[in-house]
């Protein structure tokens, strides 16, 4: 009887265990785009050579260029690595790990070096998840540090994120997207203490039923700039008070056009 007794409990925990440790799948937190913290710079990744000799002028699309071309640059010594370790985690499946965890952990790639990347994300209600990456290098893969954290919306209609560099947290990043209207925002912010551009950011805005269907918003130290342009046909313009010395828009033409000064309409 006391055999019996113990058998029956053994089971009783056991089964209580499994039930307790069953994935809720329901709430397995599905990853956001890449595009949650990737901002699109591909419409000033070229600087217009112009013709020698040739009258025209370029000077708006270049300040624009070169405006956007610092961001661009900045940014990508913080989240190469750690984007390059999320677009990976997109094709991956997590393990659930019990208490509403999950874990996405895979090695990849990067620059002919191998990195173990451990993504975490945990339920905290209805609305949202918390997502933790680490990677280390492949050889070493409990020397991990952490690159970035956030909070995303189930409905994948808005991320938060916060990149790290040696511990130190250095950039944040907003999303927000409606899926049906298209109409989405993304922000860099520089956080790091104690810097002369903390506090500087970057907006990108895409408004796809405006005829300048995308915008950046610059804020530095120096001041701000407006730069608005057309995606299919890259004509636009620039504003920035600390560089032309007035608060007038700046026009450039159309890409097939060589995207040189033109008066604004």
Known sequence: MRVTALMALAATILFTTTSCDKEPVEDRPDLAPAESMM????DFATSPAGTKGSALSFDNFVLSYLTVGYWNASVVLVSALPVAAYTHALSQTPEYLGENTWEWSYEFSLNSTDYLAKLTGERLNNDEFSMEMVISLASLPNQGVKFFDGVVRYDHTSADWTFYKEGIAVLEVAW???FETEVADLTY???????EETGSYIMWAYSPDEVFDAAYTVSMSGGMSNIEWNTTTLEGRVKSPSY???????CWDSYANGLADIDCE
């Open 39 to 42: 901002m699109d710079f591909s």
């Open 189 to 195: 912010t520089y956080i790091e203490a104690d810097q």
């Open 244 to 250: 032309f010395e007035d608060d007038l828009w700046h």
């Open 176 to 178: 927000n997207k409606d």
